[in-house]
Structure formats: structure tokens, C-alpha cells
């Protein structure tokens, strides 16, 4: 009897001893929580862009094509302004360029256009070629090529990053539990929304400026300075009477201005001349 007794308290032992494994294994899973979907929201820290996961992008998912901005400046003279205009008109159209700015000036030492050209890169060298070989005179040239390229790609690899990053706090937002951690969010979105925007104008930019070259073009003629030949007799004496009579009309107008003056002066004159002669009959 001793012995049943010994077996059976063993056994009661090891049941008790493995309950409280078994209903620990059969708990239910934690919910689903933030921190399954990004780093682990505290209640006393910021989410900030240095606690999601950093996200690589391949340098081989971009063009490898070299990004070059060519602008240049060019000074012509010219001996036949609208017919040189007029060639520069024709060459755009070829070549699909356009003027971005348009001046004229026309003074008495000269006449210019001051031009500032648009025009595929891929067209650029050849409309240089085509103005040098005319038969206008180029006076200054100043071409300018610059290599973008390093900052395109870095633009491009940091704004596919910042949408990364987006649209993984866009996931965040849709999880967070606590107004503190929905506000926060937020403000992270917001701030990456203005980045991205940012970073897509500034890409837009090099962009246009890499497809279109610019090139500025100071077109000018000089005029022909007018001989000053010595007046005939006939036309000096004609200029003489011209301000002669130009004198006399000046010198009524002055008289017809001043009248209120002649008459206090012709009346202080003929009040003075009768008292002289009231004290000579005296």
C-alpha cells in the first residue's frame, strides 16, 4: 500500500509540475503590433528617419549615362543684321531650338539682338559649327561643359529612399494606437512628403538642363558714322532767320507774361513825369 501510495503522489507531482507549461503553450499570440511592421514606438521617443531600416538601392537600377550640362556665350558682328536674324531663325527650326529671350536694341552707334537659345544638347556642337562657318565674325566664344552626373544619381538614390520611407510610415500610420504616436507620424510624413518634393524639383531641373543646352548670343551691327558736311550760305541763312523769328516770338510771349509789370511801370512813369512838371509852373 506504501509503495501505490508513493507511485501515485510521484505522479500527482508531475502533472502539477506540468500545467502551468502547458497552458503557457496554449496562450493566444500577442496581438499584432507597430513593431512588426517597422523599429518599436516608445512612448517617450520621436520617430525620426534613423529608426526605420535603411533601404539599399542598387546603383545598377539607374542610367549609367553621363549627365552633361553645356551652356556657352557667343559675341557676332555682322554687316547685314537682318539677314544674319533671319539665318539664326532658319538654323533653330532645323535643329528644334527655340529663343527663351528675345531683345532688341537699336541706338545710334549700333543695332543688336541679344539671344538667349534653347536647343537639344545632342544639336549643341552643331549649331556652334554652323555659326562659325558663316560669314558673320565671331568676336567671343565661351562654351562651358559641366559633369552632373554624381549629383543626379545621388538626388535620384536619396529620393528613392525618402518614398521608401514614406510609404513605410504611411503603414506606421495605419498601426499606431496613441494620438502621441499618430502625431508623430504625421509630422514625419509631412517633413519627407516637402523632401520629396524638393529633391523632384531639383532633379526636374538638371534634368531640363541636360536634355536642352543654352547658349546666349550678342548679334550686333555697327552703323556707319553720318558725315557732318559744312552748311551752304542758303541753308545757314535759312537757320538764321529761322532763330531770328523763333527770337521774336519768344520776346512777345516774355511780353505778354510780364504785361501786369509794364503797366505799374508805365503808371510809376507818367506820375513821376507830372509832379516834375506840377514843381517847374511852381
Known amino acids: 500500500m506504501k509503495a501505490h501510495a508513493l507511485v501515485l503522489y510521484c505522479l500527482f507531482a508531475i502533472l502539477c509540475s506540468c500545467s502551468p507549461k502547458q497552458e503557457e503553450a496554449n496562450e493566444t499570440p500577442?496581438?499584432?503590433?507597430?513593431?512588426?511592421?517597422?523599429?518599436?514606438?516608445?512612448a517617450d521617443e520621436e520617430i525620426t528617419e534613423t529608426n526605420m531600416p535603411k533601404v539599399e538601392v542598387s546603383s545598377n537600377n539607374f542610367n549609367q549615362q553621363k549627365k552633361i550640362i553645356k551652356d556657352g556665350d557667343l559675341t557676332v558682328k555682322t554687316d547685314h543684321i537682318?539677314?544674319?536674324?533671319?539665318g539664326i531663325d532658319n538654323l533653330l527650326?532645323?535643329?528644334?531650338?527655340?529663343?527663351?529671350?528675345?531683345?532688341?536694341?537699336?541706338?545710334?552707334?549700333?543695332?543688336?539682338?541679344?539671344?538667349?537659345?534653347?536647343?537639344?544638347?545632342?544639336n549643341f556642337e552643331k549649331l556652334i559649327s554652323t555659326l562659325e562657318s558663316g560669314k558673320d565674325e565671331i568676336e567671343r566664344k565661351n562654351i562651358k561643359a559641366r559633369d552632373v552626373t554624381e549629383e543626379y544619381i545621388d538626388?535620384?538614390?536619396?529620393?528613392?529612399?525618402?518614398?521608401?520611407?514614406?510609404?513605410?510610415?504611411?503603414?506606421?500610420?495605419?498601426?499606431?494606437q496613441t494620438v502621441k504616436d499618430i502625431l508623430a507620424v504625421e509630422e514625419n510624413i509631412r517633413n519627407l512628403?516637402?523632401?520629396?518634393?524638393?529633391?523632384?524639383?531639383?532633379?526636374?531641373?538638371l534634368s531640363d538642363q541636360v536634355t536642352f543646352s543654352t547658349l546666349n548670343i550678342h548679334l550686333y551691327q555697327q552703323k556707319e558714322p553720318t558725315d557732318k558736311h559744312e552748311d551752304s550760305f542758303l541753308a545757314k541763312t535759312k537757320t538764321s532767320f529761322k532763330h531770328g523769328w523763333t527770337?521774336?516770338?519768344?520776346?512777345?510771349?516774355?511780353?505778354?507774361?510780364?504785361?501786369?509789370?509794364?503797366?505799374?511801370a508805365a503808371a510809376i512813369f507818367f506820375i513821376t513825369r507830372r509832379m516834375i512838371k506840377n514843381r517847374k509852373h511852381q
Not at 500577442?30 to 516608445?42: C, D, F, Q, R, Y
Not at 528675345?102 to 544638347?121: C, F, G, T, V
Not at 535620384?156 to 500610420?173: A, I, V, W
Request: aromatic share 10%; no cysteine; proline share 3%.
Open 30 to 42: 500577442v496581438t499584432e503590433s507597430l513593431a512588426m511592421m517597422a523599429p518599436i514606438v516608445k
Open 82 to 86: 537682318n539677314t544674319s536674324k533671319k
Open 93 to 122: 527650326k532645323k535643329l528644334n531650338a527655340y529663343y527663351e529671350t528675345e531683345d532688341l536694341q537699336n541706338s545710334d552707334e549700333a543695332i543688336s539682338y541679344d539671344l538667349k537659345i534653347r536647343i537639344p544638347s545632342s
Open 155 to 176: 538626388i535620384e538614390t536619396r529620393l528613392n529612399n525618402k518614398r521608401d520611407y514614406l510609404k513605410r510610415y504611411k503603414e506606421l500610420l495605419s498601426k499606431a
Open 193 to 205: 512628403q516637402e523632401e520629396i518634393e524638393s529633391k523632384e524639383g531639383r532633379l526636374k531641373y
Open 247 to 264: 527770337s521774336i516770338v519768344d520776346f512777345m510771349l516774355w511780353g505778354i507774361g510780364i504785361w501786369p509789370y509794364l503797366i505799374i
